[in-house]
Protein backbone atom coordinates (compact mmCIF):
# COMPACT_ATOMS: atom_id res chain seq x y z
CA UNK A 1 0.00 0.00 0.00
CA UNK A 2 2.88 2.51 0.97
CA UNK A 3 4.02 1.85 -2.61
CA UNK A 4 1.01 2.88 -4.11
CA UNK A 5 0.56 5.75 -2.06
CA UNK A 6 4.08 6.89 -3.16
CA UNK A 7 3.01 6.43 -6.88
CA UNK A 8 0.23 8.79 -6.24
CA UNK A 9 2.56 11.65 -5.13
CA UNK A 10 4.94 10.98 -7.57
CA UNK A 11 2.54 11.59 -10.13
CA UNK A 12 0.62 14.40 -8.67
CA UNK A 13 3.91 16.18 -8.81
CA UNK A 14 4.30 15.51 -12.72
CA UNK A 15 3.77 18.06 -15.12
CA UNK A 16 1.56 17.73 -18.19
CA UNK A 17 2.78 18.65 -21.81
CA UNK A 18 0.40 21.32 -22.70
CA UNK A 19 -1.25 21.22 -25.92
CA UNK A 20 -0.58 23.67 -28.34
CA UNK A 21 -3.52 23.18 -30.43
CA UNK A 22 -6.72 22.04 -30.46
CA UNK A 23 -8.97 21.70 -33.65
CA UNK A 24 -6.60 24.65 -34.97
CA UNK A 25 -7.11 26.50 -31.56
CA UNK A 26 -4.45 27.77 -29.29
CA UNK A 27 -5.14 26.61 -26.01
CA UNK A 28 -3.73 28.15 -22.70
CA UNK A 29 0.17 27.37 -23.26
CA UNK A 30 0.24 26.54 -19.23
CA UNK A 31 -1.54 23.76 -18.44
CA UNK A 32 -3.82 24.10 -15.43
CA UNK A 33 -3.96 20.87 -13.49
CA UNK A 34 -6.34 20.33 -10.68
CA UNK A 35 -6.13 16.91 -8.04
CA UNK A 36 -9.59 15.43 -8.24
CA UNK A 37 -10.82 12.40 -6.41
CA UNK A 38 -12.03 9.51 -8.58
CA UNK A 39 -15.92 8.31 -7.83
CA UNK A 40 -16.14 11.10 -5.56
CA UNK A 41 -20.02 10.50 -5.59
CA UNK A 42 -19.49 6.11 -4.59
CA UNK A 43 -19.45 5.59 -0.88
CA UNK A 44 -17.09 3.00 -2.03
CA UNK A 45 -14.44 2.59 -4.49
CA UNK A 46 -15.36 1.69 -7.83
CA UNK A 47 -14.76 -1.82 -9.80
CA UNK A 48 -12.66 0.08 -12.15
CA UNK A 49 -10.71 1.55 -9.32
CA UNK A 50 -10.39 -1.55 -7.44
CA UNK A 51 -9.38 -3.40 -10.62
CA UNK A 52 -6.32 -0.85 -11.15
CA UNK A 53 -5.20 -0.49 -7.80
CA UNK A 54 -4.71 -4.21 -7.47
CA UNK A 55 -2.94 -4.32 -10.00
CA UNK A 56 -4.97 -6.50 -12.27
CA UNK A 57 -4.51 -6.17 -16.16
CA UNK A 58 -6.34 -3.36 -17.99
CA UNK A 59 -7.10 -5.52 -21.17
CA UNK A 60 -9.35 -8.76 -20.21
CA UNK A 61 -9.38 -10.01 -23.58
CA UNK A 62 -7.45 -12.64 -25.48
CA UNK A 63 -5.76 -10.54 -28.60
CA UNK A 64 -4.40 -11.87 -31.33
CA UNK A 65 -1.44 -9.83 -33.56
CA UNK A 66 -1.31 -10.12 -37.75
CA UNK A 67 1.21 -8.92 -39.27
CA UNK A 68 0.09 -8.14 -42.19
CA UNK A 69 -3.00 -5.85 -41.35
CA UNK A 70 -2.54 -2.37 -42.72
CA UNK A 71 -1.65 0.33 -40.17
CA UNK A 72 -3.95 3.25 -39.91
CA UNK A 73 -3.84 5.84 -41.96
CA UNK A 74 -3.40 9.60 -41.71
CA UNK A 75 -7.15 10.03 -42.80
CA UNK A 76 -8.20 7.23 -40.38
CA UNK A 77 -6.39 7.96 -37.02
CA UNK A 78 -5.85 11.78 -36.94
CA UNK A 79 -9.46 12.71 -36.40
CA UNK A 80 -9.96 10.88 -33.87
CA UNK A 81 -6.41 11.53 -32.44
CA UNK A 82 -7.71 15.34 -32.51
CA UNK A 83 -11.03 14.48 -31.08
CA UNK A 84 -8.89 12.41 -28.37
CA UNK A 85 -6.65 15.75 -27.66
CA UNK A 86 -10.32 18.14 -27.29
CA UNK A 87 -11.46 15.70 -24.91
CA UNK A 88 -8.59 15.25 -22.86
CA UNK A 89 -8.26 19.28 -22.78
CA UNK A 90 -11.64 19.93 -21.45
CA UNK A 91 -11.54 17.40 -18.36
CA UNK A 92 -12.46 14.05 -19.82
CA UNK A 93 -9.38 11.90 -19.43
CA UNK A 94 -7.74 12.35 -15.84
CA UNK A 95 -4.46 10.76 -15.20
CA UNK A 96 -4.06 7.49 -13.29
CA UNK A 97 -1.44 7.88 -10.50
CA UNK A 98 -0.56 4.43 -10.29
CA UNK A 99 0.46 4.53 -13.95
CA UNK A 100 0.67 7.88 -15.59
CA UNK A 101 -1.90 6.68 -18.24
CA UNK A 102 -4.75 9.06 -19.47
CA UNK A 103 -8.11 7.49 -19.04
CA UNK A 104 -10.32 7.55 -22.07
CA UNK A 105 -10.56 5.97 -25.81
CA UNK A 106 -11.66 6.50 -28.83
CA UNK A 107 -12.28 4.70 -32.08
CA UNK A 108 -13.13 5.38 -35.92
CA UNK A 109 -15.24 2.90 -38.46
CA UNK A 110 -12.97 3.05 -41.43
CA UNK A 111 -14.11 3.51 -44.74
CA UNK A 112 -14.52 0.25 -46.12
CA UNK A 113 -16.78 -0.86 -42.99
CA UNK A 114 -14.52 -3.54 -42.11
CA UNK A 115 -12.32 -2.14 -39.81
CA UNK A 116 -12.06 -0.19 -36.66
CA UNK A 117 -9.01 2.02 -35.57
CA UNK A 118 -9.14 2.36 -31.90
CA UNK A 119 -6.55 3.78 -29.67
CA UNK A 120 -4.30 1.35 -27.62
CA UNK A 121 -4.23 0.58 -24.31
CA UNK A 122 -1.97 3.07 -22.02
CA UNK A 123 -0.75 6.23 -23.59
CA UNK A 124 1.14 8.03 -21.03
CA UNK A 125 0.03 11.97 -19.97
CA UNK A 126 1.70 14.46 -22.17
CA UNK A 127 2.89 11.92 -25.00
CA UNK A 128 2.42 13.45 -28.05
CA UNK A 129 -0.31 11.70 -30.40
CA UNK A 130 1.39 10.04 -33.43
CA UNK A 131 0.60 6.86 -35.38
CA UNK A 132 1.89 4.44 -33.19
CA UNK A 133 -0.51 5.52 -30.75
CA UNK A 134 -3.31 3.37 -32.39
CA UNK A 135 -4.01 -0.10 -33.78
CA UNK A 136 -6.66 -1.47 -36.54
CA UNK A 137 -8.60 -4.23 -35.34
CA UNK A 138 -10.11 -6.31 -37.11
CA UNK A 139 -12.45 -8.51 -35.81
CA UNK A 140 -13.79 -8.62 -32.35
CA UNK A 141 -15.17 -12.05 -31.13
CA UNK A 142 -17.91 -11.31 -28.54
CA UNK A 143 -18.19 -15.89 -27.83
CA UNK A 144 -14.26 -16.21 -27.27
CA UNK A 145 -13.53 -12.85 -26.27
CA UNK A 146 -10.46 -12.34 -28.41
CA UNK A 147 -9.88 -9.15 -30.40
CA UNK A 148 -8.16 -9.72 -33.93
CA UNK A 149 -5.88 -6.68 -34.74
CA UNK A 150 -2.44 -5.58 -36.21
CA UNK A 151 -1.10 -2.36 -37.78
CA UNK A 152 1.61 -2.29 -34.77
CA UNK A 153 4.57 -0.25 -35.57
CA UNK A 154 6.03 -0.38 -32.24
CA UNK A 155 6.35 -2.12 -28.70
CA UNK A 156 4.87 -1.15 -25.39
CA UNK A 157 6.40 1.34 -24.13
CA UNK A 158 5.99 0.31 -20.52
CA UNK A 159 8.55 -2.30 -20.68
CA UNK A 160 10.02 -2.23 -24.48
CA UNK A 161 9.14 -5.61 -25.33
CA UNK A 162 5.49 -6.46 -25.39
CA UNK A 163 3.56 -5.43 -28.76
CA UNK A 164 1.03 -2.75 -28.29
CA UNK A 165 -2.37 -3.88 -27.50
CA UNK A 166 -6.33 -1.63 -28.63
CA UNK A 167 -7.74 -0.08 -25.65
CA UNK A 168 -9.33 -2.25 -23.09
CA UNK A 169 -12.78 -1.05 -24.32
CA UNK A 170 -12.41 -2.35 -27.68
CA UNK A 171 -15.12 -4.70 -26.91
CA UNK A 172 -17.52 -1.56 -26.97
CA UNK A 173 -15.86 0.07 -29.73
CA UNK A 174 -16.18 -2.87 -31.76
CA UNK A 175 -19.85 -3.36 -31.04
CA UNK A 176 -20.86 0.25 -31.17
CA UNK A 177 -19.46 0.37 -34.42
CA UNK A 178 -20.30 -2.58 -36.35
CA UNK A 179 -22.02 -4.99 -34.27
CA UNK A 180 -25.00 -3.13 -32.89
CA UNK A 181 -26.19 -0.85 -35.59
CA UNK A 182 -27.24 -4.10 -37.39
CA UNK A 183 -28.52 -5.71 -34.48
CA UNK A 184 -30.66 -2.93 -33.19
CA UNK A 185 -31.62 -1.84 -36.98
CA UNK A 186 -30.53 1.83 -36.44
CA UNK A 187 -31.46 3.84 -39.27
CA UNK A 188 -28.22 5.67 -39.14
CA UNK A 189 -24.50 3.79 -38.53
CA UNK A 190 -22.73 5.93 -36.06
CA UNK A 191 -18.70 6.12 -37.49
CA UNK A 192 -16.89 7.58 -34.49
CA UNK A 193 -16.41 6.83 -30.80
CA UNK A 194 -15.52 9.01 -27.85
CA UNK A 195 -15.31 7.27 -24.27
CA UNK A 196 -14.36 9.75 -20.85
CA UNK A 197 -15.08 10.51 -17.57
CA UNK A 198 -16.42 13.66 -17.33
CA UNK A 199 -20.03 12.31 -17.11
CA UNK A 200 -19.91 9.14 -14.99
CA UNK A 201 -22.57 9.16 -12.11
CA UNK A 202 -26.26 7.57 -12.11
CA UNK A 203 -26.66 11.52 -10.79
CA UNK A 204 -24.69 13.34 -13.77
CA UNK A 205 -26.10 11.25 -16.52
CA UNK A 206 -29.87 11.96 -15.07
CA UNK A 207 -29.20 15.94 -14.93
CA UNK A 208 -28.27 15.50 -18.56
CA UNK A 209 -31.00 13.65 -20.18
CA UNK A 210 -28.34 10.75 -20.71
CA UNK A 211 -29.02 7.05 -20.23
CA UNK A 212 -27.26 5.35 -17.60
CA UNK A 213 -26.39 1.69 -17.33
CA UNK A 214 -28.85 0.52 -13.93
CA UNK A 215 -25.52 -1.43 -12.52
CA UNK A 216 -21.71 -0.74 -12.37
CA UNK A 217 -19.74 -3.61 -14.47
CA UNK A 218 -16.13 -4.00 -14.68
CA UNK A 219 -14.30 -2.73 -17.83
CA UNK A 220 -12.93 -5.22 -20.83
CA UNK A 221 -15.73 -7.46 -19.39
CA UNK A 222 -18.65 -9.60 -21.11
CA UNK A 223 -20.65 -7.84 -18.41
CA UNK A 224 -19.49 -4.72 -19.33
CA UNK A 225 -20.33 -5.25 -22.66
CA UNK A 226 -24.08 -6.62 -22.12
CA UNK A 227 -24.53 -3.23 -19.97
CA UNK A 228 -23.97 -1.02 -23.05
CA UNK A 229 -25.83 -3.35 -25.61
CA UNK A 230 -28.96 -2.86 -23.36
CA UNK A 231 -28.93 1.01 -23.04
CA UNK A 232 -28.41 0.68 -26.96
CA UNK A 233 -31.24 -1.60 -27.76
CA UNK A 234 -33.58 0.51 -24.90
CA UNK A 235 -32.07 3.91 -26.78
CA UNK A 236 -31.05 3.51 -30.32
CA UNK A 237 -28.93 5.72 -31.95
CA UNK A 238 -29.33 8.43 -32.85
CA UNK A 239 -31.99 9.62 -31.11
CA UNK A 240 -29.73 9.03 -28.56
CA UNK A 241 -26.03 10.00 -28.44
CA UNK A 242 -24.48 9.91 -25.31
CA UNK A 243 -24.29 7.00 -22.94
CA UNK A 244 -23.43 6.72 -19.77
CA UNK A 245 -21.82 3.23 -17.84
CA UNK A 246 -22.53 3.73 -13.90
CA UNK A 247 -19.38 5.11 -12.02
CA UNK A 248 -17.38 4.45 -15.07
CA UNK A 249 -17.74 7.29 -17.84
CA UNK A 250 -19.59 8.73 -21.26
CA UNK A 251 -20.00 6.69 -24.58
CA UNK A 252 -20.76 9.35 -27.28
CA UNK A 253 -21.79 8.06 -30.65
CA UNK A 254 -21.17 10.66 -33.80
CA UNK A 255 -20.63 10.62 -37.83
CA UNK A 256 -17.18 12.49 -37.44
CA UNK A 257 -14.90 14.40 -35.54
CA UNK A 258 -16.70 17.63 -35.78
CA UNK A 259 -20.13 16.10 -34.51
CA UNK A 260 -18.07 14.48 -31.66
CA UNK A 261 -16.60 17.40 -30.38
CA UNK A 262 -19.66 19.68 -30.67
CA UNK A 263 -21.83 17.20 -28.62
CA UNK A 264 -18.58 17.05 -26.57
CA UNK A 265 -17.73 20.70 -25.50
CA UNK A 266 -21.52 21.53 -25.40
CA UNK A 267 -22.85 18.70 -23.21
CA UNK A 268 -20.26 17.09 -21.61
CA UNK A 269 -16.99 19.55 -20.95
CA UNK A 270 -15.73 20.47 -17.51
CA UNK A 271 -16.64 24.08 -17.51
CA UNK A 272 -13.02 25.10 -15.77
CA UNK A 273 -11.47 23.34 -18.62
CA UNK A 274 -8.63 22.08 -16.44
CA UNK A 275 -6.45 18.82 -16.67
CA UNK A 276 -7.02 16.47 -14.01
CA UNK A 277 -4.93 13.85 -12.02
CA UNK A 278 -7.32 11.16 -10.27
CA UNK A 279 -6.23 10.47 -7.22
CA UNK A 280 -7.18 6.82 -6.20
CA UNK A 281 -7.78 6.49 -2.68
CA UNK A 282 -6.45 3.55 -1.21
CA UNK A 283 -7.80 3.64 2.04
CA UNK A 284 -11.35 2.47 0.61
CA UNK A 285 -9.98 -0.14 -0.66
CA UNK A 286 -10.85 -3.57 0.71
CA UNK A 287 -7.73 -6.20 0.27
CA UNK A 288 -8.26 -9.64 0.65
Given at each position: RGKMVNEKEKVQKRKIAPQDEVNGQETNKEAKIEEQTWS???PVASLEETSILEGQP????QVKLVSEIASPQDDEWKPLARALETSESL???PVCPREGFVFGN????CGDGASVVVSKSGRCAGTEFTKNQFVRVLNFDNKTWKATYGGVDDKDSSDGTAPIKPSSDTPLLWNALVVAPKKFQWNLKPKFVLHGHSCASKAEADAKGFPCSTHETLFST???????MDLF???PYPKHQVYVRKNHGFFLLAQNEQEACKIFEEQLALPDKKIRIRTLDVTRISYK
Open positions: SNTRVKFGAAGAVLPEDLKALKEH
